[in-house]
């Protein structure tokens, strides 16, 4: 009996193994509130740390297991997945994508295979149909490898929202708030009213430079003003640290948004070249962030473009 015990355990383990890469990152689930927990990834650019280095999040109800965002590979998923499990079987009911970005979706392959529908904002087809995302799934197969491999794909959404929704699951009362094209193509939170918490999604980054790519900065910069009044006690930013204290938390991104707004309204106004401009403005503020190197320059050069664009 003992022998086939352990010889049971190896097949689960091995054909646990073939389905799922082994991570060497440490995924780990922590309370933060009541039900809620998350998981914190680690602060980098997207292919370090095996990818690991967006949040996600999880709320244990009655009626089952709501998940915010899927974390960056299929194995990072599955870590997810097993840090749930440590804690409930209980059936994973909805995840909830805060917007597709690729490192919060491509982790979603381990929650489809457990039956959980896939909730996204409007703006999810967008990404999921571009050009763009099939070529970046097909890099981040080179510079991910073997997390992300010929086996990982873009799940799809369930359910589409474009507008703010509120319902509960078991004994919790959950708001999503839709924000539209933001930070992505859509944004959407996830409120967690019975535990104070709210799930951000990249609206918000905390201890690193946030990544603008090809946001709407104005709006991202009107929705932080929106998330700032919500009655939240728990805050969990879509990158770094959560906390108990949602104003410290917001501080980041919030400043520097309104930075570039600022100094890239008086450099397009005043028609200065883009290296000109950014050469003569104070980064002193930001360049101790996380990131900095990596991200301000292409942030700044985006922020020049979007307000020649906005400005025109
Ligand atoms: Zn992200």
Sequence with gaps: MKILIILCGCLIMSLHAEEYEQISVDVRANNISGNSYYISGYSGSATEFEGFISNAGFVITSDGVLVFDALGSPPLGNALLGEIRKLTDKPIRIVIVSHYHADHIYGLQAFKDEGAEIWAPKGAWDYIDSELSENLLESRRESLYPWVNEETHIVRPNRI????????????????????????????????????????????????????????????AITIDKVRKMPVKYFVPGHGKASNKPNETMDLTYRYLNYLLDKFTVAVEEMQEFDDAYDSIDWSEFEKNNAFEIANRKNAFAAYLYLEKILD
């Design 161 to 220: 929202f474009d507008k703010d929704y509120k319902f509960s699951l078991g004994e919790h009362e959950f708001s999503i708030n839709y924000f539209g094209k933001v930070h992505s193509d859509g944004d959407m939170s996830l409120l967690n009213i019975t535990d104070g918490v709210i799930y951000s999604g990249d609206i918000i980054f905390e201890g690193r430079i946030p990544f603008v790519g090809d946001a709407d900065l104005v709006e991202w």
